[in-house]
């Protein structure tokens, strides 16, 4: 096991290197073949060729690549002096630079959003997967019938639904609706910290909206696997050998048919953290999905290259999480 | 719009953006600066209200505007008593002096106006821009206040001495630049130089609570300030809360819900809030579609065959349905027809039209004419260059099919609004290179009179190698004459017939083809007291807003 854990560690560092070097390469070379120098950007306006030297050295943009990107990179291990003297910036590890922008620290303006996604995650991963779980359970042991019909067929809605759509259409029936429908008037981001009932409040639209379209997906795909394990020959074993029918259901079949299951989780939740874009559009909140956007906007390339990088950790993570579980999960599998 | 003294209450601000910088020397977004003048005085301002009075700079820190001698190069100001900064400091000159200081260093402020080094750089700037003999206060210690173009005679006077005539000097007195700066902040390596951004020392009645990029900038009332110092800031609410990155759509909506005031960024509502708007009387009446100083035009890339040739220029001039392109643009409410490069709100304006009657529509006879003057009565192929979002690619496809009835052939190429300005048009050698002929573009002044729209744009002396203004790349000499004279002369009325020939010039010459000074719709809460349109940006004046 710990071979196995070491090998994934490394490749999912690997993984990263790769990503922050293809990131690194797009606003570094892009400009170049466009024939222009990248620091006129960040200049102001109708900026002197003097302006334009010194933005382009204060931003390291006229270093050769591979400094550019191994100053990055030392930055993030053990921080980054920017200047001298006085007007010295000094950007304490993990170090991923400065906004082009606005100047602004990317670790500090990254971890400031992060709370919103976490929000996110947690609250709708939760719902979604207790009630798609659940839901494809029941539909799989009453397969056939009305509820198993009615059920696949709004996971069906769910799935094809956008957030978009559903996010908007909450919003349209409980936030700027006639006033008795008007639950949730003005909804915006508010911390846990700040109060865990407002917090708790302003999320309950995007956590359904979101937790529906995901609930969807794992009814279906629980459905699915629960049938075909039911009709496993272990599942008529434990049957014959006159286990409560429980038993059979919970201990044996759910937690064979649960693996796919938990491959998905775990991807899933991974990519929310790493910034849910367009539910965090619709509904207002300012987290690591808007922050690219802005910052891609902008071409801030500090912050898109931080954003990227903390995303694809997510996802990395994620995925060793998952499969480290498996081998507890599913008995079959082994690392060795 | 609904005037009221009553003060209290908290504002309730949202903008879809965000500001570029909270430090007043490095901002340059109009909204930014409106938000400044609540926080960052500065030598002159403008006065509130509108019309041609609110365009003439007046007293903010300064007793009032100066009147030059030595051949408008020396310009002196006496501060007024009693403006202190938000931890009790007295501002004196020197404050203001090392604020200004702070702009020769570009390697550590940089993205705001740089008229200061330019006119303040003992010797001038050389040939690239630079100021060799002063580079900012960061370097040494000797070098703080180490600027000898500007003394300061006592801790209430402050003199300009500039290394050449510039008659404007008092609008560039209003710039954030001169807002003063305690070096005691400034100079601490934690809160000083890039760190200032966060450790903003406010002069005006407000002072930041609290600012996240991205997220808010809060404001409470600045305990220093002293209102009888100040003739332009009525400050009746007692918080304002700017909410950035707010989601357009949803700014719209909470702004008709009443739970916004008002979207601080001045370009207008989206366009299904517009429809919304104009179909209902109460929403109407809490509405306003102002001129915002933008105007829009087509440059006209002289460096590209055949448009070296000025009859081919005209000839675009005579063949662009101007209607159209107001209809791309949100029709009569997203902008007015244009047939000056100046618009409307710049000090001194005066109409006129090159091209009579193009103004209802594109005269295809006379075009037809022009492109025989030039050598090419079968027409000729060139392309397009426009933004890739928003209005741009409707516009162009409009101007295609006007160049087309006359015979020109042209292709259209769109780009990412992010580097369309900078590394695409502002960039001349490119632009020869690719054989782009005719470049969509829009410019608001720095300041509302001549000089702070034009110089950039027009002045052939302007050509920049990046991040270039002057697209069209204009270099008739009589437009460098005329603005030399308009810059000899004592004062700004006087500059204003030369500015206004510059401005006829460079449409005669078919440098840079108008077509429409920019409207912006905007709607504001039913609360919201003392509503007007500030001239000089465009954008509601923050400073007379009231909620109670």
Known sequence: MIRFLIRRFVGGVIVLIVISIITFWLFYALPKLLHSNPAALYAGRSPSPATIAAVSQKLGLDKPFWTQYWDFMKGIFVGRTFGTGVAAAVCHRPCLGFSFINNEPVWGEITSDLPVDISLAIGASIIWLTTGVATGVLSALRSGTIFDRTAMTVALAGVSLPIYFTGLLSLAIFSYGPHWLQIFPNVHFVGFTQSPISWARNLVLPWVCLAFLYAALYARLTRSTMLETMSEDFVRTARAKGLPERTVIFRHALRSAITPIVTIFGLDVGLLLGGAVLTEQVFGFVGIGKLAIISIGDRDLPVVLGVTLFAAFFVVVANIIVDVAYAYVDPRVTYS | ?548
């Open chain 2, 1 to 548: 719009m609904n005037p009221s003294t009553a003060k209290g209450g908290t504002l309730n601000v949202g903008v879809a953006g965000d500001v570029d910088y909270m430090d007043p020397a490095r901002t340059y977004y109009a909204f930014s600066w409106d938000i400044h003048q609540l926080f960052s005085r500065t030598l002159l301002t403008f006065p509130d209200g509108v019309g041609q009075q609110a365009l003439q700079p007046t007293a903010d820190i300064a007793t009032g505007p100066a009147t030059p001698t030595n051949g408008d190069k020396t310009w002196s100001y006496t501060l007024k008593p009693g403006i202190k900064f938000q931890d009790g400091t007295t501002v004196t000159s020197k404050d203001i002096k090392y604020a200004i200081e702070r702009t020769f260093a570009t390697s550590v402020i940089n993205g705001g106006p740089s008229y200061f080094a330019t006119f303040l750089c003992p010797g001038g700037e050389n040939s690239s821009g630079a100021c060799t003999t002063y580079g900012g206060p960061y370097k040494n210690k000797a070098a703080v206040y180490g600027l000898s173009t500007i003394s300061t005679p006592s801790a209430n006077k402050i003199v300009f001495h500039l290394n050449q005539p510039f008659s404007e000097w008092n609008y560039v007195m209003t710039l954030f630049g001169t807002s003063p700066v305690e070096v005691k902040v400034d100079q601490n390596p934690k809160t000083g130089g890039a760190n200032y951004n966060n450790n903003v020392q406010a002069t005006g009645p407000y002072k930041i609570a609290s600012y996240v990029p991205n997220k808010h900038i809060d404001l409470v009332r600045n305990p220093a300030y002293d209102p009888t110092t100040d003739g332009t800031r009525p400050a009746l609410p007692n918080k304002i809360n700017i909410t950035t990155s707010f989601d357009s759509v949803t700014l719209d909506n909470d702004i008709v819900a009443n739970t916004v005031d008002l979207d601080i960024g001045g370009t207008g509502v989206q366009p299904a809030t517009q429809a919304k708007i104009l179909q209902t009387s109460s929403l109407k009446a809490r509405a306003l579609d102002p001129i915002t100083g933008f105007t829009r035009y087509i440059a006209i890339l002289s460096e590209t065959p055949p448009f070296n040739n000025i009859h081919c220029r005209q000839a675009v001039e005579w063949a662009m349905n101007k209607k159209e392109q107001q209809d791309a643009r949100g029709g009569i409410y997203g902008g007015a027809i244009a047939t000056t490069l100046g618009p409307p709100t710049l000090a001194g304006w005066k109409n006129f039209n090159e091209y009579p009657g193009t103004e209802n529509g594109p005269d295809v006879a006379k075009a037809k004419a022009a492109l025989t003057a030039c050598g090419k009565p079968n027409g000729f192929h060139t392309t397009i260059v426009v933004t890739n979002q928003g209005k741009g690619p409707q516009q162009a496809q409009f101007l295609q099919n006007d160049l087309k009835a006359v015979g020109i052939t042209a292709n259209i190429k769109e780009f990412d609004p992010a580097t369309y300005y900078s590394s695409v048009i502002g960039v001349p050698a490119n632009l020869k290179k690719d054989g782009y002929g005719l470049a969509f573009a829009g410019w608001g002044p720095d300041w509302p009179a001549p000089y702070g729209f034009f110089e950039n744009i027009v002045d052939p002396r302007k050509i920049l190698p990046q991040g270039n203004s002057n697209y069209g790349a204009c270099s008739d000499p009589k437009i460098t004459s005329l603005i030399q004279q308009a810059l000899s002369q004592t004062s700004p009325a006087a500059e204003y017939p030369f500015w206004q020939q510059v401005d006829e010039t460079v449409n005669k010459d078919a440098c840079d083809a108008p077509f429409t000074y920019d409207k912006a719709l905007d709607l504001f809460s039913s609360r919201l007291k003392n509503v007007y349109i500030e001239p000089q940006f465009g954008i509601v004046d923050l400073r007379t807003l009231g909620v109670s």
